[in-house]
């Protein structure tokens, strides 16, 4: 999924890399089962809002670089083209920092704690980011998705974390909810999959869409 996605919640399928559990996470961040792994993956993104679609080529590479993760994610549309680089802290998956370039917004922000520092310039005005999150953020930027593969995900279990909008400069809280399993088939092959609800806690209007990721 894009990270300038406007969607208040989605449902999309995660591969059952994780191994199966019965408990629910509880805790101000979410606690991995797993860790991330090194390579490439190359993704075709289809959105269906409103009766409308729409595609997007993602490709991901994760490598590791100073002892964290490093993971830069490339997303190209017909009308769009942008890049994310985030540095993730290994085995707790926490966002370290982030590198986001796009034809309107680009910045450069480090997470410490609870705080987010750096720059972000929208439309051509830039302006300095100090800001007291209120947590650490957690499966954003490049490479949520397999963040959010990590968690020791099973049926019925929930957890909730923060996420931090480029854009808009806000924090969103967000609550996993792990709906079932699902089967997948693509050209790649068949395979199984959490069914995965991500809703935003923080009221408003909702908006919702199915994200499928196939690869390429």
């Known amino acids: 999924m894009s990270q300038t996605t406007s969607f208040r919640n989605f449902v999309f399928a995660i591969a059952l890399i994780a191994p199966l559990t019965t408990s629910a996470q509880t805790g101000p961040v979410p606690k991995p089962a797993v860790d991330l792994?090194?390579?490439v993956a190359n993704y075709k993104v289809r959105f269906d809002v409103?009766?409308?679609?729409?595609?997007?080529?993602?490709?991901?590479?994760?490598?590791?670089?100073?002892?964290?993760?490093?993971?830069?994610e490339?997303?190209?549309?017909?009308?769009?083209?942008?890049?994310?680089?985030?540095?993730?802290?290994?085995?707790?998956?926490?966002?370290r920092k982030r590198v986001f370039r796009d034809k309107v917004t680009t910045g450069e922000l480090q997470f410490r704690g609870h705080n987010a520092t750096g720059e972000i310039t929208v439309d051509g005005q830039k302006q300095t980011i100090n800001v007291d999150l209120g947590g650490v953020v957690f499966a954003d930027g490049a490479g949520g998705q397999d963040v959010l593969a990590a968690l020791p995900l099973a049926k019925g279990y929930t957890a909730e974390f923060r996420n931090f909008g480029m854009q808009l400069q806000?924090?969103?809280t967000l609550q996993l909810r792990v709906m079932g399993t699902d089967t997948v088939s693509v050209p790649a092959g068949t395979f199984n999959t959490w069914k995965?609800?991500?809703?935003?806690l923080d009221g408003g209007e909702e908006s919702?869409?199915?994200?499928s990721l196939l690869p390429s």
Do not use: C, H, Y
Not at 74 to 88: A, V
């Open 37 to 39: 792994k090194p390579g």
């Open 50 to 72: 409103v009766g409308q679609s729409a595609t997007m080529d993602i490709t991901r590479t994760t490598r590791e670089l100073n002892g964290a993760w490093v993971v830069n």
């Open 74 to 95: 490339t997303s190209t549309t017909p009308q769009f083209s942008g890049s994310d680089e985030t540095t993730i802290e290994k085995r707790t998956l926490i966002i």
């Open 170 to 172: 806000n924090v969103k």
């Open 196 to 200: 995965v609800l991500i809703v935003s």
């Open 208 to 211: 919702s869409a199915t994200l």
